[in-house]
């Protein structure tokens, strides 16, 4: 049976998409907290180098980035 309606949603033109950012920011949470509890940095090195296989070419660069910034600006020191 042939769907009536088919909803329509505009296609994202950015540089990124949104959705990678949200994803990605939540990466750098999570590897963050894992280096504050633990101080591993060879865990978290492993981790960061499957970022570019994960969600393509950079992200890994992103993810680095993000931590800074969520180092930074989110934490209460």
Do not use: S
Not at 31 to 60: F, I, P, S, Y
Not at 62 to 71: E, L, W
């Amino acid at each position: 049976m042939k769907r009536a309606f088919k909803p329509w949603y505009p296609k994202h033109t950015g540089p990124l998409e949104p959705d990678m950012t949200i994803i990605l920011m939540g990466h750098a949470r999570e590897l963050l907290n894992t280096w504050e509890v633990t101080k591993d940095k060879q865990l978290v090195d492993r981790h960061l180098a499957t970022m570019d296989k994960r969600h393509g070419k950079g992200a890994e660069e992103r993810v680095r980035q993000y931590m800074r910034q969520v180092a930074k600006h989110e934490r209460c020191a």
